[in-house]
Nanobody, 122 residues
Framework: QLQASGGGLVQAGGSLRLSCAASGRTFSYYRMAWFRQAPGKEREFVADISGSGGRTYYADSVKGRFTISRDNAENTVYMQLTSLKPEDTAVYYC?????????????????WGQGTQVTVSS
């Protein structure tokens, strides 16, 4: 089970930190990711982190502005959002996939959190 939190309303240029807490004792066996979905748009990949946290991958649209990290002792994945833009407005979802899996499409991730709303005002 995944529980996302940390969303909110922020002005353009501001920052937010999203958290996603996972239940279970095998958290490090999963790579974790953040996706987002804006109204009327498809869910899109944002960032992924390996089970150990040693490898990360970002969508070009957020590279250099967002940072994904994880704390396996706390079963939590984070994403620091900086230099936010109005086009970052969306519901952000955390997701988990087995570490042996490949790909960054929504269908590659087996477990999903409930989403947290991020709204960036201009």
């Amino acid at each position: 089970q995944l529980q996302a939190s940390g969303g909110g309303l922020v002005q353009a240029g501001g920052s937010l930190r999203l958290s996603c807490a996972a239940s279970g004792r095998t958290f490090s066996y999963y790579r974790m990711a953040w996706f987002r979905q804006a109204p009327g748009k498809e869910r899109e990949f944002v960032a992924d982190i390996s089970g150990s946290g040693g490898r990360t991958y970002y969508a070009d649209s957020v590279k250099g502005r967002f940072t994904i990290s994880r704390d396996n002792a706390e079963n939590t994945v984070y994403m620091q959002l900086t230099s936010l833009k109005p086009e970052d407005t969306a519901v952000y979802y955390c997701a988990a996939a087995p570490i042996y899996g490949l790909g960054y499409a929504p269908s590659d991730y087996a477990y999903w959190g409930q989403g947290t709303q991020v709204t960036v005002s201009s």
